[in-house]
């Protein structure tokens, strides 16, 4: 069995760690960074996630996404309020949020699949071999309908979720790992 990764998907930012010689380690990312924007930026046939999908934003708005955490496992109008504050285009397909880029529907699985497949390819690129497997954190409040969106996002991004960790019980392994 390979290494176990851990992702932080953030709203804003996301990280990665790997557990080196005992001890957790933040992957740095290819621009020298430990997070990573949590933007995805589509145009034609060109994804970008991360720093350079955050720079595509101030020209292309409509095809660049953030907060697509917010829209996790929600229905329409369960994120009316995000989507009242994204300046990308959602629409309703039968009750659940889709975000529309140019002539293309997106659930935020396959957004955050997007994210996801960013930290597995930075952890690879670092680790020098094939990351298959991955625990993810959520927030504390996110319901049943959040983690399974979450652990969906991760499959489809081709990770096998070990385990789905609420953010402040990975804090507290973490600052606990070597008390």
């Known amino acids: 069995m390979g ?6 998907l953030g709203s804003t930012n996301s990280a990665v760690a790997v557990i080196e010689n005992g001890t957790p380690t933040i992957i740095i990312n ?14 034609g046939d060109e ?7 955050k720079r595509a934003a101030a020209l292309n708005p409509k095809t660049t996404v953030t907060i697509i955490k917010r829209f996790m496992g ?19 397909v039968n009750g659940m949020p889709r975000v529309k880029i140019e002539d293309k529907l997106y659930s935020p699985e396959e957004l955050s699949a997007k994210i996801l497949q960013k930290m597995k390819k ?3 690129d ?4 094939t990351v298959t497997d991955a625990v993810i954190t959520v927030p504390a409040y996110f319901n049943d ?21 609420n953010e402040p019980t990975a804090a507290a392994l973490a600052y606990g790992f070597n008390k």
């Open 3 to 8: 290494k176990i990764i851990g992702i932080d």
């Open 30 to 43: 290819d621009e020298g960074a430990r997070t990573t924007p949590s933007v995805i930026s589509i145009k």
């Open 47 to 53: 994804t970008k996630v991360g720093s350079a999908a």
């Open 74 to 92: 929600g229905t329409y109008d369960e994120v009316q309020e995000h989507i009242k504050n994204s300046l990308y285009d959602v629409e309703n």
């Open 122 to 124: 930075i952890a690879e």
């Open 126 to 129: 670092y680790l020098g071999e």
């Open 145 to 165: 309908a959040q983690r399974q969106a979450t652990k969906d996002a991760g499959k489809i991004a081709g990770l096998e979720v070990k385990r789905i960790i």
